[in-house]
């Protein structure tokens, strides 16, 4: 049986309705928006990705129950830390997450995300996987990126099948520093200033962070870590 679409007319609709957009101070649940041109506007918001590295190579090497359960076990551990830390998991995209930090401590709770995930990842899963399968030369890498920036969310897809889409340069920079290599943390400048001195600074005062410069984005200033914060 075939349905019927009719696609122009519903694409002329979403150009040429008008936009309703609400401030909000939180990141909005998919029901709190309407289908229609209706957007929920954060005034500054923190984005985070959290990104396995290396999950093609482990699909195309290991058998599938390995690879279900170190996707299971770090996107677990990224999950618990980020609601912890107050972050809104916002979606999860094969083996990768993102997260919304709101509020006045947006940005050290998400960076303080990260570098528990980096913890999580080098104290807990790794010696987790050597201790369930010591024949198996695998180890487990990932990425974090951050960046903070006015966000915009607006609902997708059709009835009984959408989701939120994320509008704005934080969800775009955060999900891109992901794809860096060298060390799991990568955040924008606005992040490094405006985050506090307790995940800028060790308890001995030295700094954790390494500035660079983002090639590909007009040489953009950003910090890379590979430290990590105890829980």
């Not at 279900?68 to 972050?87: F, H, S």
């Not at 913890?119 to 903070?148: C, E, K, T, W």
């Not at 989701?163 to 943390?185: E, H, M, Q």
Request: glycine residues 6%; hydrophobic residues 40%; proline residues 2%.
């Amino acid at each position: 049986m075939t349905t019927s679409l009719d696609l122009q007319s519903e694409v002329t609709q979403i150009f040429s309705e008008r936009w309703t957009v609400e401030r909000t101070d939180n990141a909005p649940d998919p029901t709190q928006l309407r289908l229609s041109n209706h957007s929920k506007e954060l005034e500054a918001a923190t984005v985070l990705y959290a990104d396995m590295d290396g999950s093609t190579n482990m699909v195309d090497n290991h058998d599938w129950q390995f690879s279900a359960e170190i996707y299971k076990a770090y996107l677990r551990c990224a999950a618990r830390i980020i609601v912890a830390e107050g972050g809104d998991i916002t979606a999860y995209d094969g083996d990768r997450i993102m997260a919304v930090f709101t509020g006045k401590y947006k940005n050290t709770s998400a960076v303080k995300s990260a570098l528990k995930i980096n913890y999580a990842v080098q104290d807990i899963i790794r010696p987790a996987i050597s201790s369930h399968y010591s024949s198996q030369s695998f180890v487990l890498n990932h990425i974090v990126g951050i960046d903070m920036s006015p966000l915009r969310a607006a609902r997708i897809g059709v009835r009984g099948h959408n989701d939120l889409v994320w509008v704005g340069r934080a969800a775009n920079y955060a999900a891109k520093l992901t794809g860096l290599s060298g060390k799991p943390i990568w955040i924008t400048k606005d992040v490094y200033l405006a985050m506090n001195n307790e995940v800028k600074l060790s308890d001995r005062g030295e700094s954790m962070w390494e500035r660079r410069y983002w090639t590909k984005m007009n040489n953009m200033e950003i910090y890379n870590s590979n430290w990590k914060y105890r829980f």
